[in-house]
């Protein structure tokens, strides 16, 4: 089975830095993900870890430690526009060769406050 | 592109009511997926498929069944909808390695 944690709700302030933790424990590991979702609309991907060490992709940044069992989004010079959910996913080991589907996390809900 | 797209966007079912959710992608994925979201829950998998033709279990399977005859389709059924299954569903499609372009969602309420 699979368990992945992370904190509820976080609140920070327009322009600071926040980071999003998220913990899992699996019985194989190919990969953690990191969604977005606003209020009322579809999550969309956006960065991915699969060896251990940081990710940086713009003002968003993801890092991985996987003797650890443990991940976080970094986000920087936070605007008001990234109040959202940020949901970590784990893929398991894949099985068969097949794409063995995402287990989400449920959500961290960030309010980004002026 | 349209992505993948979902209809209806809402629905209200009686309890008993049965329905078919119907997602559509035009990306010429393998692999398309149903998830469930409720508030508290997060996003659980219901069902998924790897390819045309095929389906599998995912995490709360009970009450739904799919069909994949398309490689661009993936319907969802409800045969007797409860109000456990009240929620928000959303359909996925991905190529691979877990980047999955999600459609809009469909809120049901089953009452």
């Known amino acids: 089975g699979q368990n992945i944690d992370q904190p509820t709700e976080m609140t920070a302030t327009e322009g600071a830095i926040v980071q999003i933790n998220c913990t899992y424990q699996t019985s194989g590991f190919n990969g953690l993900f990191w969604y977005q979702q606003h209020a009322g609309e579809a999550p969309t991907f956006l960065s991915y870890?699969?060896?251990?060490g940081l990710e940086e992709k713009g003002r968003f940044s993801s890092f991985l430690s996987r003797s650890k069992g443990y991940s976080y989004l970094l986000l920087k010079e936070l605007q008001m526009k990234d109040s959202a959910s940020y949901l970590c996913?784990?893929?398991?080991?894949?099985?068969?060769?097949?794409?063995?589907?995402?287990?989400f996390g449920k959500g961290t809900r960030l309010s980004v406050i002026a | 592109n349209a992505g993948v797209t979902q209809t209806p966007k809402f629905r209200v079912l009686k309890t008993g009511q049965s329905m078919t959710l119907l997602c559509a992608q035009d990306m010429n994925h393998e692999y398309m997926y149903w998830y469930r979201q409720d508030p508290g829950m997060g996003l659980r998998l219901i069902h998924y498929?790897?390819?045309?033709?095929?389906?599998a279990k995912g995490e709360v399977p009970d009450g739904y069944n799919v069909s994949r005859l398309k490689k661009q389709n993936f319907l969802l059924g409800l045969e007797s909808a409860a109000p456990s299954q009240t929620s928000v569903y959303f359909c996925?499609?991905?190529?691979?390695?877990?980047?999955?372009?999600f459609g809009s969602g469909t809120q049901l309420s089953v009452l």
């Open positions: 870890n699969v060896l251990d």
């Open positions: 996913a784990v893929r398991d080991r894949v099985v068969n060769s097949g794409n063995t589907p995402l287990v």
């Open positions: 498929s790897v390819g045309e033709g095929t389906t």
């Open positions: 996925a499609s991905s190529y691979s390695v877990g980047v999955l372009f």
